[in-house]
């Protein structure tokens, strides 16, 4: 196997997990927006602690990922 196989796959990986993080902090906005719009809150509390949580869930996966990777 040429030496493209591991570099092509670990880009692919990481750009995926990029991709990941992007979406899933779009999902807790947009779902956080629904969520302060029908509470009516004026400030986006609930949208603005969804990408927070998310964010922290995110890199907890990315943490083990890469422990696992590393053993």
Do not use: C, H
């Not at 999902?27 to 609930?46: A, K, M, Q, T």
Request: no cysteine; proline share 3%.
């Amino acid at each position: 196997m040429s030496k493209k196989g591991p570099k092509s796959s670990a880009y692919l990986k990481y750009s995926g997990l990029a991709f990941q993080m992007f979406f899933l902090l779009i999902f807790g906005w947009v779902l956080g927006s629904f969520g302060d719009r029908y509470f009516e809150l004026e400030n986006p509390y609930i949208a603005i602690s969804l990408v927070t949580v998310f964010l922290i869930a995110f890199f907890y996966k990315l943490y083990n990922d890469l422990e696992k990777d590393r053993l």
